[in-house]
């Protein structure tokens, strides 16, 4: 079961994270070497501030950008779609909702598995930015409930960017069922893709609003209950983290299991290597 690292001693931490370019990865126990509780949560605790401290300026700018943008582009978004709007078209609306609510699941499933099981902090491109936070929150889960919003979810606006330049720029014809289908679809699907890693906060939050608690209750969004399953090393399952809906079907069919065996049949890559060496204390 993962350790949740107690507050006070992350607040109370002075440890540097080292400045080099490239990642210094800690030492997994060796063979059947035996650790004492106290030693395993403060090497966790050291694995998991060296990863927060590459959290960069240029990262905190980026995500302050995509943020802005995704609130300008919703914004325009939703004024379209409201001026579109009928009583008639309650149920195009309804229906484009609920199959974007499922498809947002599906793909924060399949981010949240590529993030967990492949690559290394070294990765071009994603390694410093995407799969650091990843490491860390395997290390420390409660420690994205005291993220901002804009840390949280950041990331999560820039893979929607271009979806929302869809809805906001691209014409539509005027009393289309099709296409209001179709601009609804992909402008809910933006927005539960954007709530995805704040629904994922407020699974790991101890006290959320009166509304979220009804909301995970009734399995609108992702529950605690859910969501801890995820939290038991290896971290090899309930990857969807929007609702959740999919995780009892995809476990299932072993889909998560089957698709490592065949990358790892193509790659010769480990599933989960890299990550087990964070987590292994």
């Known amino acids: 079961m993962a350790i949740d690292i107690p507050r006070e001693n992350k607040d109370k931490d002075t440890t540097v994270a080292p400045k080099s370019s490239s990642f210094e990865k800690p030492t997994a126990p060796q063979g059947n070497q035996k650790i004492s509780l106290e030693e395993s949560l403060e090497q966790r605790r050291k694995n998991a501030v060296l990863l927060a401290g590459k959290y960069t300026a240029a990262k905190r700018h980026m995500e302050l950008f995509c943020v802005g943008s995704f609130a300008v582009l919703f914004s325009i978004s939703f004024y379209r779609l409201c001026s579109w709007y009928a009583v008639k078209n309650v149920w195009v609306l309804l229906c484009s909702n609920i199959l974007a609510m499922g498809l947002a699941d599906f793909f924060s499933?399949?981010?949240?598995?590529?993030?967990d099981t492949w690559g290394t902090l070294d990765t071009p491109m994603f390694g410093a930015t995407f799969i650091r936070s990843f490491r860390e929150h395997h290390l420390e889960p409660v420690a994205m409930t005291r993220h901002d919003f804009v840390e949280t979810n950041g990331d999560n606006c820039l893979t929607v960017l271009f979806l929302l330049?869809?809805?906001?720029?691209?014409?539509f014809r005027e009393n289309n069922t099709y296409d209001l289908f179709l601009f609804s679809l992909v402008l809910m699907l933006s927005l539960w893709v954007m709530?995805?890693?704040q629904?994922?906060?407020?699974s790991h939050c101890r006290k959320v609003p009166t509304?979220?608690?009804?909301?995970?209750?009734?399995?609108?969004?992702?529950s605690r209950k859910d969501h801890n399953k995820h939290h038991q090393i290896p971290?090899?399952?309930?990857?969807?983290?929007t609702?959740?809906?999919?995780?009892p079907w995809?476990?299932?069919?072993?889909?998560?299991?089957?698709?490592?065996?065949?990358?790892?049949a193509l790659t010769g890559a480990i599933p989960r290597a890299d990550d087990k060496i964070w987590t292994s204390y």
Not at 235 to 241: A, E, L, V, W
Not at 243 to 247: A, C, D, K, P, Y
Request: charged residues 15%.
């Open 109 to 115: 499933g399949i981010v949240h598995w590529a993030a």
């Open 165 to 171: 330049a869809f809805t906001a720029f691209l014409p």
């Open 195 to 197: 709530l995805t890693n």
């Open 199 to 202: 629904i994922h906060k407020w």
């Open 211 to 222: 509304l979220v608690t009804l909301l995970q209750d009734y399995n609108i969004i992702l």
């Open 235 to 241: 971290f090899d399952r309930n990857y969807c983290i």
């Open 243 to 247: 609702n959740g809906w999919l995780n």
């Open 250 to 264: 995809l476990t299932s069919i072993g889909f998560w299991r089957r698709t490592e065996e065949v990358i790892t």
